[in-house]
């Protein structure tokens, strides 16, 4: 095969979800296509990496110095919404049930993985609970073991008297079959219990 | 959502094998990497579709005048493999079991799809069996209603006395455990049963 074509396959191939022979088909659509989709492509990609950052605060994507979430005056202050990835933040404002300050850590901690707190947007944490007068943090991270470990390290590194932690309530989801419900979440969804 | 990087989430999940999700994901990790990630596929991409090219014999990707497999001396001439995608020609090349020249379709007839055959690389076959002194033309396309639709149509627009017409032959795969095996397949096994 071209090399030309090898490297580009390898390029798509490391992006998220796109696996050699996803990249493959990705690759040969492109380059066979004459209405000019590759180029059409590569100079979107060119101009949004150019033109696009992540917030300095909350870490979502923004073409302004501050993103629009941490410049609208209209959100609540004092709330802070730690979420995993950048793509939590527009599932949440979709459900439209926050209206506080977002926070993208931009991944978990993983011991598997190799990534450590120095990976994560987690160092500012601290600057923006005295800045912005926070007085909750919820935590709306995965239910998985990196998920937990991340929001205990967190709790045990930005800990203040004054500030509550809350994170999302685990049980069976709306419409759930408990057929279909792994044993964890049932053994969670009984202690948690509510009274009636 | 910013709208520079919606529109540039719809072009990646038009890519093949690519949905809105995995395109969402996709985008985020590269306007989100410092390394130069979208800058680097970018230019990538710029680079391959400036130089590359489909074979105006073949449909095989090249950076040459003609591809590597039609101006290969070495390659049997008289048979002519005629295949779906390119990617179909580097299955096979790997698989080093055909040693003549290739032809790809860009595709298979479909009317759901609404593929013509003016949609596909079908116009010059008639041309390469005569400047080629093709005898064999080997059929290696999809064992689906599109596959064999399109060879029926191939077969009776470049019917010729002294072409000989051939497809893969359709069975339990290697490995292939009967209670995996579909009824379709089985009727056709069965039905091209080897004598001992």
């Given amino acids: 095969m071209n090399p030309k074509i090898e490297r580009l396959i390898k390029q798509f191939a490391k992006l998220p979800r796109v696996g050699t022979r996803a990249a493959t088909r990705i690759v040969f659509e ?25 917030c300095p605060i909350c870490g ?28 939590d933040v527009y599932v949440l404002e979709k459900a439209g ?15 598997v993985s190799g990534i450590t707190p120095a990976d994560l947007n987690i160092a500012n944490i601290a600057d923006r609970i005295k800045n912005e007068n926070v007085s909750e943090i919820i935590f709306a991270l995965p239910n998985t073991v990196e998920g937990k470990t991340t929001q205990q390290y967190i709790m045990s590194t930005v800990a203040m008297p004054d500030v509550v932690f809350s994170e999302l309530a685990s049980g069976v989801p709306l419409g759930g079959d408990l057929d279909y419900i792994d044993d964890g979440t049932l053994m969670l969804a009984f202690g948690d219990r509510k009274k009636l």
Avoid: M, W
Avoid at 66 to 72: K, R, W
Avoid at 97 to 111: K, M
């Fill in 97 to 111: 049930i926050f209206h506080g300050r977002y926070h993208v850590l931009g991944g978990n901690l993983s011991g």
């Fill in 60 to 87: 979502v994507l923004t073409e302004n110095t501050v993103c629009e979430y941490c410049s609208d005056v209209a959100r609540q202050n004092g709330c802070l919404c730690i979420v995993r990835d950048i793509s």
């Fill in 30 to 54: 492109l380059l066979q296509n004459k209405t000019g989709k590759a180029q059409n492509l590569a100079s979107a990609l060119l101009d949004a990496s150019e033109t696009i950052h992540p």
